[in-house]
């Protein structure tokens, strides 16, 4: 049996998917998703010249002598907080008080800041010279009408939600986040949290996959467990297939003869079964189903498996849904604590906890490495990736870690 790269199967699992079409998405509802065009400004910022500073709005020339020793006295006429527009024009001795970030009024060229000033209401007396300009943001200064602020391509985050509001916008054209619908499949599945009878055990895949697929970005929604029987299975996919922009399924993709996914979706004939050679997640599926050909990922059943299969095909095609161009995990070399042997011909993903020792990363295993082994996977932090043709890793040796401590809320750096 010949077993298919990793790499290839990752590749042709992001080439049957492409970016969700763009929608218009409220502002704070759009956080985190990819904008899947160029946004321009509605207007200038600042849209008005307005001033920097609390003060008083002045002829530069009168105030350009002043000292603290021959102070000058400008008649106050106005009184202008932000918001509003000054009614008088300032002239040769007068002035209009001003708050940060009020219209510049008619006739004044620069700012006194009122630290500058006694801060009277009738007469102020200046007691420093400012030339024209100061303390003046000017329309426009600091982006045009129509200029490109965001670049297609972008992560929304707090501080491109804030140019879009400045210029004008209150939603952003983005990819939305993908649907996933996420099917447990086992006659051996309880809810989590309710005692088991014995042979049982709690349905902790349909958990870890909705939350590892939120994490990545994704609006993920659980549907099972299923029980391992053909029309109960064919039921909840036809239920799921209108709410789901990607379905991924765990368990019953092995040779076991109550493996219902496979049964199911290979007479479907859209789903290609595949052994890709990698450990721990070697049976791997994927296709599309129903009229919308909706996206379909089968996981094996195997927590860890389940778990690494997800890193691996699951998150960089939430991620191509989701409009990203780096849909990988950024990987980090480290150097590795122990002896570990590895398969041949397998890529093998090993759980490991990542420090950072004298500046250099550091990965040690984590529990045992069996398929089954959860209390590890929640110690580990990173998967070393071990290729096909190593066979044993030694202490000290480098390996490459996908690093698992990011979340799609904090940008990646790129
Ligand atoms: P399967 O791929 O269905 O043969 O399942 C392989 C192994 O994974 C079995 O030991 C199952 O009990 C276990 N398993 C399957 N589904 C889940 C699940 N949703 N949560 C936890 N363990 C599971
Ligand atoms: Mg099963």
Not at 74 to 87: E, K
Not at 312 to 327: A, C, N, Q, Y
Not at 395 to 412: F, K, Y
Request: aromatic share 4%.
């Amino acid at each position: 049996m010949v077993l298919r790269p990793v790499e290839q199967q990752q590749a042709h699992v992001l080439e049957g998917v492409q970016p969700l079409e763009s929608l218009d998405i409220p502002l704070l509802d759009a956080q985190g998703c990819v904008l899947a065009r160029d946004v321009t400004a509605q207007w200038p910022l600042p849209s008005f010249d307005n001033t920097s500073m609390d003060g008083y709005a002045v002829v530069a020339a009168d105030v350009a002598s002043a000292s603290v020793d021959s102070a000058v006295t400008l008649t106050v006429i106005d009184d202008v907080p932000a918001g509003y527009r000054a009614t008088e024009s300032v002239t040769r001795g007068t002035a209009i008080r001003i708050m940060t970030g009020a219209p510049l009024p008619d006739g004044a060229d620069a700012i006194v800041p009122v630290e500058s000033t006694d801060g009277g209401t009738e007469k102020v007396s200046v007691r420093q010279g400012f030339p024209a300009g100061q303390f003046i943001r000017r329309a426009g200064e600091d982006v045009h009408t129509g200029e490109v602020v965001l670049r297609a391509g972008q992560q929304i985050g707090a501080r491109e939600i804030a140019i879009l509001a400045a210029a004008g916008h209150g939603t952003a054209p983005v990819h939305p986040r993908p649907r996933v619908v996420v099917m447990s499949t086992g006659n051996e599945l309880v809810e989590p949290g309710t005692p088991l009878k014995y042979g049982l055990i709690a349905d902790s895949n349909s958990v870890m996959l909705v939350a590892a697929a939120r994490d990545c970005g994704a609006e993920a929604f659980r549907a099972g467990p299923v029980p391992d029987d053909e029309q109960r299975l064919i039921d909840t996919l036809d239920d799921q297939l209108v709410r789901a922009d990607l379905l991924v399924t765990s368990g019953g993709v092995s040779m076991g003869a109550y493996d219902t996914v496979k049964a199911v979706l290979s007479r479907l004939g859209t789903v290609e079964f595949v052994k890709v050679a990698m450990q721990p997640g070697m049976p791997q599926g994927f296709g599309a189903i129903g009229d919308e050909n909706v996206p379909i990922v089968t996981l094996p059943g195997n927590p860890v498996s389940s778990y690494v299969s997800f890193e691996v095909f699951v998150r960089p095609l939430i991620r191509r849904l989701m409009g990203f161009s780096e849909v990988h995990r950024p990987r980090v070399l480290a150097r590795f604590t122990s002896t570990m042997s590895s398969p041949g011909g397998k890529t093998q993903f090993a759980r490991v906890s990542l420090t950072v020792r004298d500046g250099h990363y550091v990965a040690s295993p984590v529990g045992a490495q069996g398929s089954h082994i959860l209390g590890g996977l929640a110690q580990a932090n990173g998967l070393a990736v071990i290729a096909p043709e190593v066979t044993e890793v030694s202490e000290g040796d480098v390996v490459t870690v996908m690093d698992l401590r990011h979340s799609h809320i904090a940008q990646e750096p790129a």
